[in-house]
């Protein structure tokens, strides 16, 4: 069977989409990680053409990268239980012990912890990320709640395919705590962005954006929540479109 690349649209913002022609390497889904991969190997499987979708596709493989809660990756995790949809998350990887690795682990996707207290320094540890992220030989690496940047080496690697949700309508608000600072901006509108992910701090090319308004009322909880409401939904739709036929 053949791989599901990511759609026409992500080529065009840039995208590698060098997923497809990846072999699932020895981390498939649900198997403990390896020494060796066909991605470590360098050993490619030939580019078909994007645009067509061969009967039969797997479905594309994603790793979501999670620090938090984890909401969109439930969402997301459920979504893929429909073979339509055209996706499986493989592997959920984390900095730290957190809510999101529970709700993988319970679904009976495989988790790794990469904290960044267990190497020296920055870059080692964004090698160990990718290191980790490679062994499940991902599509698409999914960031929803990773609250932490990657750096040349993870992007090196996977640069072109990496997807970020973050709360607010960028380019207002970028960094670690967009809905604390647009509440204290005074800001009337918010929002969610998908972006791909670049070597700059919530500065990649935008795939998609939703609006919604700020109450008089509201405080970093609630405008959260409904952020959170408008945001899910459309990264499950985008990722439906960059993996799923027709695309
Ligand atoms: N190279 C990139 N990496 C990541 C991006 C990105 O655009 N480029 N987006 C993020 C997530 N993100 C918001 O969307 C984000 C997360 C964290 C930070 C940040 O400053 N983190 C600090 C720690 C902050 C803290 O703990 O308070 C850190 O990494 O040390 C900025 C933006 C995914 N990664
Ligand atoms: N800068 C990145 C950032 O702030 N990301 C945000 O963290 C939340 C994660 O929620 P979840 O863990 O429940 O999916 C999401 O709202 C996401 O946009």
Same mark, same amino acid.
């Not at 470590?40 to 620090?67: F, H, K, N, Q, T």
């Not at 005074?186 to 500065?203: I, K, P, Q």
């Given at each position: 069977?053949?791989?599901?690349?990511?759609?026409?649209?992500?080529?065009?913002?840039?995208?590698?989409?060098?997923?497809?022609?990846?072999?699932? @390497?020895?981390h498939?889904?649900?198997?403990?990680?390896? &020494?060796s991969?066909?991605e470590?190997?360098?050993?490619?499987v /030939?580019?078909g /053409?994007?645009?067509? +979708? /061969?009967?039969?596709?797997? =479905?594309a493989?994603?790793?979501? %990268?999670?620090?938090?809660?984890?909401?969109n #990756?439930?969402? #997301?995790?459920?979504?893929?239980?429909d =073979?339509?949809?055209? &996706?499986e998350?493989?592997? !959920? *990887?984390?900095?730290?012990?957190?809510?999101?690795?529970?709700?993988?682990?319970?679904?009976?996707?495989?988790?790794? *912890?990469v904290a960044?207290?267990?190497y020296?320094?920055r870059a080692?540890?964004d090698?160990?990320?990718?290191r980790?992220v490679? $062994?499940? *030989?991902p599509? %698409?690496?999914?960031?929803? $709640?990773f609250?932490?940047? %990657?750096?040349?080496?993870?992007?090196?690697?996977? $640069?072109?395919? !990496?997807l970020n949700?973050?709360?607010?309508? #960028?380019?207002?608000?970028p960094?670690?705590?967009? *809905?604390?600072?647009?509440? &204290?901006?005074?800001?009337?509108?918010? $929002?969610?962005?998908?972006?791909?992910?670049?070597?700059?701090?919530?500065?990649?090319?935008?795939?998609?954006?939703?609006?919604?308004?700020?109450?008089?009322d509201?405080? +970093?909880?609630? %405008?959260t929540?409904?952020?959170?409401? &408008?945001?899910?939904?459309?990264?499950?739709?985008?990722i439906?479109?960059?993996?799923?036929? @027709?695309?």
């Amino acid at each position: 069977m053949t791989r599901r690349g990511v759609s026409a649209a992500s080529q065009a913002a840039g995208s590698t989409a060098q997923g497809l022609r990846e072999r699932r @390497g020895a981390h498939g889904a649900n198997s403990a990680h390896g &020494a060796s991969s066909a991605e470590e190997a360098g050993d490619a499987v /030939p580019a078909g /053409p994007w645009d067509e +979708e /061969p009967e039969g596709a797997e =479905p594309a493989a994603l790793v979501v %990268l999670v620090s938090g809660t984890g909401s969109n #990756l439930a969402a #997301l995790i459920e979504a893929c239980e429909d =073979p339509a949809y055209g &996706a499986e998350v493989v592997g !959920v *990887v984390a900095d730290k012990e957190c809510a999101g690795l529970e709700r993988a682990r319970a679904a009976g996707i495989p988790t790794e *912890v990469v904290a960044l207290a267990d190497y020296p320094d920055r870059a080692a540890w964004d090698e160990a990320l990718a290191r980790s992220v490679g $062994g499940y *030989v991902p599509d %698409l690496v999914v960031c929803a $709640g990773f609250m932490r940047l %990657l750096g040349g080496a993870f992007l090196a690697r996977f $640069g072109g395919r !990496v997807l970020n949700t973050h709360p607010s309508l #960028l380019p207002d608000f970028p960094g670690a705590h967009a *809905v604390r600072d647009a509440l &204290a901006a005074g800001a009337t509108r918010a $929002g969610a962005t998908l972006f791909w992910v670049d070597a700059g701090v919530d500065t990649g090319k935008i795939i998609a954006q939703v609006e919604v308004p700020v109450l008089a009322d509201d405080d +970093e909880a609630a %405008l959260t929540e409904r952020i959170k409401a &408008a945001e899910t939904p459309q990264l499950i739709e985008q990722i439906r479109l960059l993996v799923g036929p @027709g695309r």
